[in-house]
């Protein structure tokens, strides 16, 4: 995670899903130390506190806590999601994400190429671009 959330190709909408709820989103009172804020605080907060907010609390916080579906389950169900409104910045933290709960990469493809029946092809297609360059392939 720590290669990912460094990497500076990645724009501020592909970042948020990285970083479930790290630390509160309240904002930082003055002379707070940066690190110890969520990456949505470090990316949003200044123009959009209350969305950081609610990303960290809510969000990540909450709906990725409940138990009635795993991490996996909830990795597997955004990442279909994504692909099938052609959403390529967050579908690439969310594939991401997706490796550390468990889906492997065989198991994304086939999602991706089972959604081009059901989501469309161009979508499919937009996904594998975004897959490729996740999992470092040519």
């Known amino acids: 995670m720590k290669q990912l959330l460094g990497n500076p190709m990645l724009s501020a909408s592909m970042m948020l899903a990285v970083l479930p709820g790290v630390v509160s989103a309240q904002a930082p009172a003055e002379g707070d130390d940066k690190s110890r804020r969520s990456r949505a605080q470090q990316l949003m907060g200044a123009t959009a506190p209350k969305l950081a907010e609610l990303t960290d609390d809510v969000l990540y916080g909450d709906i990725w806590e409940r138990p009635q579906l795993s991490k996996r389950d909830r990795s597997l169900v955004t990442v279909a999601a994504l692909i099938a409104m052609n959403r390529p910045d967050q579908l690439r933290s969310h594939f991401a994400m997706a490796r550390q709960n468990g ?34 392939r040519e």
């Open 103 to 136: 889906v492997t990469e065989e198991e994304l493809v086939e999602t991706i190429t089972h959604l081009a029946f059901y989501a469309g092809w161009p979508n499919a297609v937009s996904a594998v671009a975004v897959a490729k360059d996740v999992f470092g």
